[in-house]
Structures are given as structure tokens and as C-alpha cells.
């Protein structure tokens, strides 16, 4: 199966972009309705029928060999973050798209019907709602977060009714999830493992644990020129210090990570001691155990600096709260297996450090997840991600004899 034709899709659909400076795709946008409807026309060209959910999700559905045949879903995301690379969710799009195609062509007809998710919302970019998408499939639609803005005012509601959507319609994007088979992700691995093994792909055996925090940090603001410095209450200094915290205590558990990815200083004027600043958190390990513990190592460490600065901290949870998802054993060894047939060489197993929707939809099904290979590095969230198209066509090979052998 050709990589060149699943690389040059990508390519295609990169340039629906919120930004014409870089590619960022958030929910909704007249970029994000563009790229919907390019996935959907590929899905009724591979011989789908098409159809896009109360919530955005584009879904294509490919027949099994009998009506009463039990549903494999497969997907992945076409949102992304800001700035971020071009194969990130879409990958795992297009290639389940290439199967079907193939499929399609040789008039064959499995044994589960197959459908394909395209998932409006991930990343939560726009709105602050990671999984937005995946949860209101699997039943799990929050109506609060209708009334979320985005940074220019404007409603997750008032987004969806711009996009031809009732907003009050979204909770019957639910499926049946006894009509399912399983759900399998195809991502790209997002990280330099496989990249560093000389292996095109892996199955994932778990994914981690994660939880994001914005904390407020408040001192006492005051002339820069007349304090003294040991009476001060500088809010930016001692988020400083917790920024640095953050990385010393997850480095100190076993497999966890912190990360501060953004930070504002309130009214921030360059002769002012800064008194209120905010930050994000997000802190991430293979488990909750150690998740649990990293982030509580971290709120301990918040508290002992602001009460020597003389600030108070105070961390709010944001929607971000994941727990660790194991992927089914027996999907493990079926990738494996076809892996093992196409390539002839002994799978890789590698765990996965980023979220993905596989593991709000095995709240509700078995769930098994195929990576491929990051060439630059292994970068992404990041203009520089990439895959080549040697391995776009084999993740196609192998997942195409997965799907035969299912």
C-alpha cells in the first residue's frame, strides 16, 4: 500500500490552518469545518457511508460481511495543538481510511463492520476540553462546558451553532457500545523510542496517568525601585521557584514528568514587583500510583515555598484528569502478530507517554493502540514532527492484516 498517498493527505490537510504563519487547527474554525470535509469526501471515496455526529466527530462506516456484525472502531483526532505538527491524530485518520480504500477495491467484506472516527476535539485547544469528543461518545458529554469561551468571548455553544450544530443535540452522539468489537488508535509515537530502536512501529502497552493544574500565585505588588529586597512578596519569583520544583520532584519518581507550559504575570509592567502570577501544571507517569505521587510531591513543595516567600499558592484542578489505561492484552498480540507477518521481525512494546482518545473509549470497550515512528528526532507537538512515507505504508500494510485476521 502506498505511504506517498497517505503522506501527501497529511500535506493536504495541513493546510486547513487557523494561522497562515504556522498550523494550528482548533475546534470548529472555518479550518477545522474545512478539514471535516475533506476527511469526509476521502471516506466516501474508500466506499464508506459518512456521517458527522451532534459533536463533529466525521464517522465512515464500512459494512461487514453480515448485518448483525459487531463494529471495530478506529480513529484518531483531526484538532490540533498550537504550532503543532502535521501527523499528530490525523495519521491515525488516514491510514484506517487507506485499509478501507483497499478493501473496498477487492469487494472484501470482514467478518466486524469497520467504522472510522474522526475526532473533532482532542487537544482542547480552543476551548480547554481535552477528549471532548471521544467522552461524548462513549456517553460522557458535560453540558457545562457549553458555556466555555474562547480567548476572543465566544461560547463552545455559539461555535457549534456557527458549525450547522445543535448544541443541545450533543449527548445523542452516544454510541452502543455492545455493538462493539474493540477500538484501535494509530498515532504516531510522539517520542524518540522507536526512532532510537531502528523500529518502524510498536503496540503500545499502556497509557499514562496525567492531571493539569492552573495555580495562582499572590504576593503584595510594589515599586521596583524603593522595596528592599528582603521585604518583598514577589509572586513571580516564587513561581520561579515552583516552576523549578515541578521538575525536580517528577524527575525524583520513577518514569514521571512535569511540565510548566505556560506562565502570566498579572498586570506585568517592568518597574513593578509582580504580585499575582499564574501557571499551568501537568504532571504525567505510566500509572496513577506514581502519577499520585509525583503530584503530590509537587502541591507539598508548592506550600513550602509560599509560606517561606510569603505568598500564598493556591493550585486549582483543571478538566485535564486521566487515569492510566493498560490496552487490552489480546489487541496487543494481534498488532504484534501482524507486525511479526509483515515485517518479519519481532514487535517492539513500548508504553505511551501522551493522552489519546483510546483511552476514554476503553472506559467502554477493549482498546489497542499501533505506533509509528517520528523521524526529526522524535519531536512533536512541534512544526518539525514528521513520518516518512516508507512508514505511513507500512503501518497500512500491517494494519489492513490486522483487520483481515481480526
Known amino acids: 500500500m502506498q505511504g506517498t498517498e497517505i503522506v501527501g493527505r497529511v500535506a493536504r490537510l495541513g493546510r486547513h490552518s487557523d494561522s497562515p504563519d504556522h498550523y494550528t487547527r482548533t475546534l470548529f474554525t ?16 474508500a466506499g464508506m457511508t459518512v456521517r458527522t455526529d451532534p459533536i463533529g466527530n466525521v464517522i465512515g462506516r464500512y459494512a461487514g460481511a453480515s448485518a448483525d456484525a459487531k463494529t471495530l472502531l478506529m ?3 483531526f484538532d490540533s495543538v498550537r504550532n503543532g505538527g502535521k501527523f499528530d491524530g490525523v495519521l491515525g485518520i488516514l491510514v484506517p481510511i487507506a485499509c478501507v480504500a483497499e478493501l473496498n477495491a477487492r469487494g472484501e467484506r470482514l467478518r466486524v463492520a469497520i467504522e472510522v472516527a474522526a475526532f473533532s476535539d482532542e487537544e482542547g485547544a480552543r476551548f480547554q476540553t481535552s477528549f471532548l469528543s ?52 494509530l498515532h504516531i509515537e510522539q517520542g524518540p523510542v522507536l526512532l532510537d530502536a531502528g523500529k518502524p ?5 499502556s497509557i499514562a496517568s496525567g492531571i493539569r493544574y492552573l495555580v495562582r500565585v499572590s504576593g503584595e505588588a510594589g515599586h521596583a525601585g524603593t522595596v528592599p529586597m528582603s521585604r518583598r512578596r514577589d509572586a513571580l519569583a516564587a513561581a520561579s521557584e515552583m516552576v523549578l520544583a515541578v521538575e525536580a520532584q517528577c524527575a525524583a ?21 509582580p504580585g499575582e502570577v499564574e501557571f499551568t501544571v501537568d504532571v504525567r507517569a505510566p500509572d496513577d500510583a506514581r502519577r499520585h505521587a509525583a503530584e503530590a510531591s509537587v502541591l507539598r513543595e508548592f506550600e513550602r515555598i509560599a509560606k517561606r516567600r510569603g505568598v500564598s499558592a493556591e493550585p486549582a484542578r483543571g478538566p485535564h484528569d486521566v487515569k492510566g489505561v493498560p490496552c487490552a492484552p489480546w489487541l496487543q ?23 489519546h482518545d483510546a483511552m476514554i473509549l476503553a472506559e467502554v470497550t477493549d482498546a489497542g493502540m499501533l505506533f509509528v515512528r517520528c ?12 513520518v516518512t512515507a516508507e512508514d505511513a505504508g507500512l503501518a497500512a500494510d500491517v494494519l489492513l492484516d490486522f483487520l483481515r485476521n481480526f
Open 30 to 45: 472555518p479550518a477545522h469545518r474545512a478539514a471535516a470535509a475533506e476527511i469526509a469526501a476521502w471516506m466516501g471515496e
Open 75 to 77: 480513529g484518531s483526532h
Open 134 to 185: 471521544s467522552r461524548a461518545l462513549i456517553g460522557r458529554f458535560d453540558p457545562e462546558v457549553l458555556e466555555r469561551r474562547d480567548a476572543d468571548g465566544v461560547s463552545l455553544a455559539a461555535a457549534m451553532r456557527e458549525a450547522g450544530l445543535d448544541p443541545a443535540a450533543a449527548p445523542r452522539a452516544a454510541l452502543d457500545p455492545s455493538r462493539l468489537a474493540g477500538y484501535v488508535e
Open 201 to 205: 512501529l510498536g503496540v503500545v502497552t
Open 253 to 273: 519518581v520513577d518514569s514521571a514528568v512535569g511540565t510548566v507550559g505556560i506562565l502570566k504575570v498579572k498586570d506585568g509592567t517592568g518597574n513593578v514587583i
Open 333 to 355: 498480540d494481534r498488532l504484534a502478530q501482524s507486525i511479526e507477518r509483515r515485517t518479519g521481525a519481532a514487535a517492539a512494546r513500548l508504553p505511551s507517554g501522551a493522552g
Open 375 to 386: 523521524g526529526a528526532g522524535g519531536v512533536s507537538h512541534n512544526p518539525a514532527e514528521t
